[in-house]
């Protein structure tokens, strides 16, 4: 079954540390996107990644293909960074939908 | 920057009644999607559209749900009789191409009663 897993689902910071969430799925993907939702609900693409690394601002995104793990980096955390983060993939399977994670909820305090 | 919008943000509705959501996509994007997201549980795709055509539905995507394109700019979602598990936010989403970067709107809020 084509799944996706994030961890931790909850995660609470001091502001300025250093963040990992991570994301695993069960078979091959030809895209991995990372989201951030915020509480009003609206959906923001953060990134699209199928090998490598990205980084935008403090955000980094890393992904490895054969290990089928990626991770979200956020660099000196802030309160504004506070929100859901969601992995999405979009599996070998000649198919163009996004299969969600559950997302990571993360509270940045001051 | 152009960015997906949707109408309306919020609607509330009887069960058993019909609504159209809507949604303007970016304007030089050719892949469209509905995708769902119920309270509490994780966002689920409902359908991929392209070329005046539905390219790809899930499950959920029953004979109640269907989906247009009707004048080049608007993209809409119709749930002919809603029921209670209708309730749910949806968000419309749109992408270049086929397996591009996808960009979506703020959504709407359905809540039937």
């Known amino acids: 079954k084509n799944e996706v897993e994030q961890s931790p689902q909850n995660l609470t910071a001091q502001e300025g540390e250093f963040i990992t969430i991570n994301c695993s799925y069960s078979?091959?993907?030809?895209?991995l996107h990372w989201l951030q939702q915020h509480p009003g609900g609206g959906i923001v693409s953060l990134f699209m990644?199928?090998?490598g690394k990205k980084k935008h601002g403090r955000l980094i995104a890393t992904i490895n293909i054969q290990e089928k793990h990626s991770s979200l980096h956020i660099t000196a955390s802030h309160p504004r960074d506070s929100a859901v983060y969601i992995c999405?993939?979009?599996?070998?399977?000649?198919?163009?939908?996004?299969?969600f994670g559950t997302g990571t909820r993360l509270q940045v305090f001051p | 920057e152009p960015e997906v919008t949707q109408t309306p943000s919020h609607q509330v509705t009887q069960m058993g009644q019909e609504v159209i959501l809507r949604c303007v996509p970016i304007?030089?994007?050719?892949?469209f999607y509905w995708y769902r997201q119920i309270l509490g549980q994780k966002v689920e795709f409902l359908v991929s559209?392209?070329?005046?055509?539905?390219?790809?539905k899930s499950e959920i995507f029953d004979d109640q749900f269907s989906v247009e394109r009707p004048d080049g700019s608007n993209f809409t979602l119709k749930i002919r009789s809603t029921k209670l598990e209708d309730s749910a936010m949806y968000f419309c989403?749109?992408?270049?191409?086929?397996?591009?970067?996808?960009?979506f709107g703020p959504g709407t809020r359905l809540t039937v009663l």
């Open positions: 989403a749109s992408g270049r191409g086929r397996g591009n970067e996808q960009f």
């Open positions: 078979v091959g993907i030809s895209a």
């Open positions: 990644l199928s090998s």
């Open positions: 999405a993939v979009r599996f070998k399977d000649n198919t163009d939908k996004l299969i």
């Open positions: 304007s030089n994007h050719l892949y």
């Open positions: 559209f392209y070329n005046n055509e539905i390219s790809e």
